[in-house]
């Protein structure tokens, strides 16, 4: 898909949360843009701060523990990090919106589809309520929902997983917004069903031109939706660059050993190989390059310094000391 | 629903029975009416006489058909004491009790959600430590001396406040303040706990997600769900104070069934108590069956379940 201007750009944004064991540098210096029309995935494991960048986006980070320390998020250009609480508001749903992972919690068990999705609907739009109602339907027309009227009147409960998750997707894309954030929302669907969701996100991008940021650990995924990947490692992206790129040559010690964790159909192996050892701790970083314990070509220079980020290819970047000497492409 | 309602009816009607007949042997086994009844000089034929008359001298399993057979047509016995029909004497007081516990009990949640909810929304500070003392004192102190330690500040050094009976809107404050202190602090930590819950739950980020204010996001996203296990609660608390506001009753001479049941046990009279305890019980079953499908309103999960 041809991708247009900036719409999201992330500048060298921190994020920190106090807990009972001490601050942990949750997002530590992210940088990362997103155009129009274009998918960008990020990946990594469990805890490597994610979750926290996208929440950090819509100023959404678990209160009063977290808070953005330095950085900017433009969303079109504009400056979310020092916007008030009702400034953002105004934001949410409307210019920048997310679908959450579990579909099972985060629709209210207590209210009907239709109720919590006029709902989102009236945040933003003034009308009467049968119009909304009309609106709401038409919404999940667009998400691929059969008999919208009457699953309007249905309580979450009623819904299985993927019919959920596409209320929570018609939700989130019915402001409609700019930038969409998906925080792994098939993780927790069938696999049959992965597929239909990705498709239904792909359908509504190609209709509205958003900006999208696809979190996941599932690189099948990234593959097949993603328009470029910045990899995330302790609260940094260490590598990023067009999907296609990066998965021919990734270029970060911490890429390529994810990579070579990713089965593959056309070899047969007895055992996948595994990254040894544990990300850090995020309260006690290493001064060097985060990787450096569990990387096989640490050498003294990455225990001691943190890597600067290297044009290894054509938007290609990777955050590693030997992508200094060799030669781009 | 409603095979659901009639199943519990069937359930409740059994439980009746069984507690009517524990009932009527715990009666028997802590003492004799007559000794209370009859004065100091009586003869043993007064004594026999007295007992013919009461019904106390056939067997005892012959008692017990005719206390159960009264029993499903209403008729518990007469009050030995107020010589009148214990149902009548039950149901006089029953007002004063109700009239009282209901107040207690909107006051406590007027009070309660509120607090809980604030403590919930700021969690570890000043406003939520304040409130966990005070709901901690709250709990703790014993509802004989807090009754008596308001009427000594309130009615005898201030005298602003009626002490002791039932007249004036005034009459009812410190009692309501007595049953209230106990149901506030119960009822605001269960409420913070169940708030901060569901703050963290997923749908609550959605709804902020979707740009809803913190006021929508708390008063509504938050309190429904939040409410499910203090309706619980309440329920359980209006049939254990209709029942059990004995002490607060007893302290402000308050004529209500509380100190009806205490009477009864004093003075021994029970016809009147197995009616007492027989009534609270249908109050007890009647309440749970209301809290059961208030629940099925607030959670869609049981509705359709």
Known sequence: ?329 | MQRYILRRLMQGAVLLVVLAIVVFALARVTGNPADLLLREDATAEDRAHLLKALGLDRPTHQQLLIFLKGAVRGDLGDSIRYRKPAVEVFFERLPNTVGLVSIALVGAMVVAIPLGMLAAVGRGTLVDRAAGAVAVLGIATPSFWLGIVLIYVFSIQLGWLPSARMGTPAHYVLPVITLGAFLVAGMMRLVRSSVLEVLDSEFVKLARIKGLTQTVVLWKHCLRNALIPVVTLFGVFFALLVTGAIVTETVFAWPGVGRLTYEAVIFRDYPLLQAVILLKAIIVLGVNLVVDILYAYLDPRVRYA
């Not at chain 1, 699953?151 to 929570?168: E, I, N």
């Not at chain 1, 990023?240 to 021919?248: D, H, I, Q, V, W």
């Open chain 1, 1 to 329: 898909m041809s991708a247009g201007p900036v719409l999201l750009e992330l500048r060298d944004l921190h994020a920190h949360l106090s807990t009972r064991w001490g601050v942990v540098r949750a997002v530590d210096g992210v940088s990362l843009t997103v155009r129009e029309g274009e998918t960008l995935g990020l990946v990594g494991e469990s805890g490597c701060g994610k979750t926290m960048t996208a929440l950090s986006i819509l100023r959404l980070l678990p209160q009063p523990a977290g808070r953005i320390v330095a950085g900017q998020i433009l969303l079109e250009g504009e400056d979310l990090v020092p916007k008030s609480e009702r400034q953002m508001r105004r934001i949410r749903g409307r210019r920048i919106s997310m679908i959450l992972q579990d579909p099972q919690t985060s629709l209210n068990p207590v209210f009907s589809v239709g109720n919590q999705l006029v709902e989102a609907l009236r945040v933003h739009r003034a009308g009467p309520r049968r119009r909304l109602r009309a609106l709401a339907q038409e919404a999940l027309r667009q998400v691929r929902v059969a008999a919208p009227a009457q699953r309007l009147r249905d309580f979450p409960h009623q819904m299985s997983g993927g019919m959920k998750q596409r209320v929570v997707g018609a939700i989130a894309v019915s402001g409609p917004p700019r930038v969409l954030i998906a925080d792994e929302p098939t993780t927790a669907l069938d696999v049959t069903i992965q597929l239909q969701y990705l498709t239904l996100l792909e359908e509504i991008q190609e209709r509205t031109r958003l900006a999208m940021l696809f979190i996941t650990h599932d690189f099948g995924i990234v593959a097949r939706i993603c328009d470029r990947v910045a990899v995330m490692y302790a609260g940094r992206i260490v590598e990023s660059g067009p999907t296609r790129e990066l998965f021919a040559a990734p270029r970060h010690p911490y890429t390529q050993a994810l990579m070579a964790a990713v089965p593959r159909m056309d070899e047969s192996v007895e055992r996948l190989p595994a990254i040894d050892g544990q990300p850090p701790a995020l309260q006690r970083l290493p001064p060097g390059c985060r990787f450096a314990p569990r990387c096989r070509h640490a050498d003294d220079r990455c225990q001691r310094e943190y890597p600067a980020v290297f044009a290894v290819g054509r938007e290609h970047e990777a955050a590693c000391w030997r992508a200094e000497s060799s030669p781009s492409r």
